[in-house]
């Protein structure tokens, strides 16, 4: 699924930066190399960054 399409951000994208240590949606876009544009996608980003670091 597409997170951002500003940034072209993949669900499985996030979840792996969250695996590798980003708390924030900031955090993983800056591991992607990307920031974001518009903002429509921070909150589905920070929700799928929760859901991955609460089952870790």
């Known amino acids: 699924m597409v997170v951002c399409v500003c940034n072209a951000i993949r669900e499985q994208d996030v979840r792996a930066a969250a695996r590798d240590g980003a ?3 900031c955090q993983a876009y800056r591991a992607l190399g990307r920031s ?16 991955e670091r609460a089952a870790a």
């Open 23 to 25: 708390t924030s949606a």
């Open 36 to 51: 974001p544009k518009c903002g429509q996608c921070v909150p589905f980003a920070r929700e799928i960054i929760n859901n």
